[in-house]
């Protein structure tokens, strides 16, 4: 067995952060879910790489609070 330093996998502490923050009974927040993508995304491609029957675009809608900030500082 090799000792020494293991370089930590932020996707996968990521991931099982908000796993078990989900486990536990309480919701993520859209930044916490759009966190949850990336990771997702990121360990699917490094295990398997993206494939264009897997790829699959879906839009978010933004919350009322973020829509009315927008529009705030638009104008």
């Known amino acids: ?22 486990q536990s009974g309480s919701s993520l927040t ?5 966190m949850a993508l990336s990771a997702s995304a990121s360990v699917t491609a490094d295990m398997y790489g ?15 609070s973020v829509k009315g900030m927008l529009v705030e500082y638009a104008g």
Do not use: S, Y
């Open 1 to 22: 067995m090799e000792q020494g330093v293991h370089p930590i996998d932020v996707n996968r502490t990521v991931l099982g952060n908000l796993g078990r923050k989900m």
């Open 30 to 34: 859209t930044a916490e879910k759009l």
């Open 50 to 64: 993206p494939g264009p029957d897997t790829m699959v675009v879906k839009t978010m809608d933004l919350p009322e």
